[in-house]
């Protein structure tokens, strides 16, 4: 009996001991920022802590959150659509490199068109989004869609009402296209929108919400977004003159000739980039970490989660819409980027 009880003691000990050693093996890391990426960073989480035991909790809370959260170092790192420059950068002694690319889509609620029948153009969607456009069947809209009969109902604007890199892109886009915008309303996370119908939702996810509740409505989200709740988009003319629809394919092309290292803190724009097949509204988003981090080891283990989920996320990655890094330049930044944080 005796030498049962310790038998017991023996293995609850092992146990006890196996238990201690696995919570202390197993890394938590924490990251926070653009809702863009959200759907492919969770993704990347879960199979990386299958693969590994490791943690990755990632909150979406918008660029400029994440960019604040990594100021005040309650995160190990940020997120954002809209990169820092290098000055800032060189400002908060951090380091950014982009993790995913994808693609910014106005999308609608127009009785009557499928996805991708309604076509306008950059000057155009950016006279929508001032108000100077207010009907469904203005003049400019019947133009550019001839064969179709638009509604004579009202444009409602919906926007992020959260500092957002979606906005960002969006109104680097609009800013690139319409000399009336640029003057007007210019290029931020946060704008003051201009169209009286404008109303806000928070995150990508509020103003898909809205878009698809109010009738007559057009905004602005990440593309997994259109494709999760299933929306309608617009067609696009492209820098080249083409009307082209969103897909992996059409980002794939407009990052093709961007030269990530070409501006400090590869601080790139990748809208209304030249090429046939470009979708016009393309973007990357960004990581944001300390050169000299406070807690190295727990920096360290971000840059094995981003290491394992470049090598190995790519599928995922297409399987929900987005556009993996190419192997040259995650390989250049590890090289360029990686080694300028201290471990």
């Given at each position: 009996?005796n030498?049962?009880?310790?038998?017991?003691?023996?293995?609850?000990?092992?146990?006890?001991?196996?238990?201690?050693?696995?919570?202390?093996?197993?890394?938590?890391?924490?990251?926070?920022?653009a809702?863009?990426?959200?759907?492919?960073y969770?993704?990347?989480g879960?199979a990386y802590?299958?693969?590994?035991?490791?943690?990755?909790?990632?909150?979406?809370?918008?660029?400029?959150?994440?960019?604040?959260?990594?100021?005040?170092?309650?995160?190990?790192?940020?997120?954002?659509?809209?990169p820092?420059?290098?000055?800032d950068?060189?400002?908060?002694?951090?380091?950014q490199?982009?993790?995913?690319?994808?693609?910014?889509?106005?999308?609608?609620?127009?009785?009557g068109?499928?996805?991708?029948?309604?076509?306008?153009?950059?000057?155009?969607?950016?006279?929508?989004?001032?108000?100077?456009?207010?009907?469904?069947?203005?003049?400019?809209?019947?133009?550019?869609?001839?064969?179709?009969?638009?509604?004579?109902?009202?444009?409602?604007?919906?926007?992020?009402?959260?500092?957002?890199?979606?906005?960002?892109?969006?109104?680097?886009?609009?800013?690139s296209?319409?000399?009336d915008?640029?003057?007007?309303?210019?290029t931020?996370?946060?704008?003051?929108w201009?169209?009286?119908?404008?109303?806000?939702?928070?995150?990508?996810?509020?103003?898909?919400?809205?878009?698809?509740?109010?009738k007559?409505?057009?905004?602005?989200?990440?593309?997994?977004?259109?494709?999760?709740?299933?929306?309608?988009?617009?067609?696009?003319?492209?820098?080249?003159?083409?009307?082209?629809?969103?897909?992996?394919?059409?980002?794939?092309?407009?990052?093709?000739?961007?030269?990530?290292?070409?501006?400090?803190?590869?601080?790139?724009?990748?809208?209304?980039?030249?090429?046939?097949?470009?979708?016009?509204?393309?973007?990357?988003?960004?990581?944001?970490?300390?050169k000299k981090?406070?807690n190295?080891?727990?920096?360290?283990?971000?840059?094995?989660?981003?290491?394992?989920?470049?090598?190995n996320?790519k599928?995922?990655?297409?399987?929900?819409?987005?556009v993996?890094?190419?192997?040259?330049l995650?390989?250049?930044?590890?090289?360029?980027?990686?080694?300028?944080?201290?471990?």
């Open positions: 009996m030498s049962k009880r310790t038998l017991l003691k023996t293995v609850a000990a092992a146990a006890l001991a196996s238990l201690a050693m696995g919570s202390a093996l197993a890394a938590e890391i924490t990251g926070a920022g809702t863009f990426p959200f759907p492919v969770a993704k990347w879960e802590k299958a693969a590994t035991g490791n943690s990755m909790n990632y909150q979406s809370i918008g660029s400029s959150g994440g960019i604040k959260q990594i100021q005040a170092k309650t995160v190990a790192f940020g997120a954002s659509d809209a820092q420059s290098g000055d950068l060189d400002k908060d002694g951090m380091v490199f982009p993790a995913i690319i994808g693609g910014t889509v106005p999308v609608l609620n127009l009785e068109f499928k996805p991708g029948e309604l076509q306008v153009t950059g000057p155009v969607l950016a006279d929508i989004f001032l108000g100077n456009i207010t009907k469904w069947n203005d003049a400019k809209l019947v133009a550019l869609n001839p064969g179709k009969t638009l509604p004579s109902s009202s444009i409602t604007v919906v926007h992020r009402a959260d500092g957002s890199g979606t906005t960002f892109n969006f109104t680097d886009y609009l800013s296209v319409s000399k915008w640029a003057d007007k309303v210019g931020n996370k946060a704008v003051k201009p169209a009286e119908s404008s109303v806000g939702g928070k995150g990508n996810e509020g103003v898909a919400a809205n878009v698809n509740r109010v007559g409505a057009v905004g602005y989200v990440e593309y997994a977004y259109v494709k999760k709740n299933n929306m309608n988009y617009m067609r696009l003319q492209n820098a080249d003159g083409k009307y082209v629809g969103p897909d992996e394919q059409a980002f794939a092309a407009a990052a093709a000739g961007v030269d990530w290292f070409s501006k400090p803190g590869m601080a790139v724009s990748m809208v209304n980039a030249k090429g046939a097949e470009s979708w016009p509204i393309s973007t990357a988003s960004f990581i944001l970490m300390y981090p406070a190295k080891a727990e920096s360290a283990e971000v840059l094995k989660f981003f290491d394992w989920s470049f090598k996320g599928q995922m990655a297409a399987d929900l819409d987005y993996a890094l190419p192997d040259v995650t390989d250049a930044i590890r090289s360029k980027v990686w080694s300028q944080i201290e471990k």
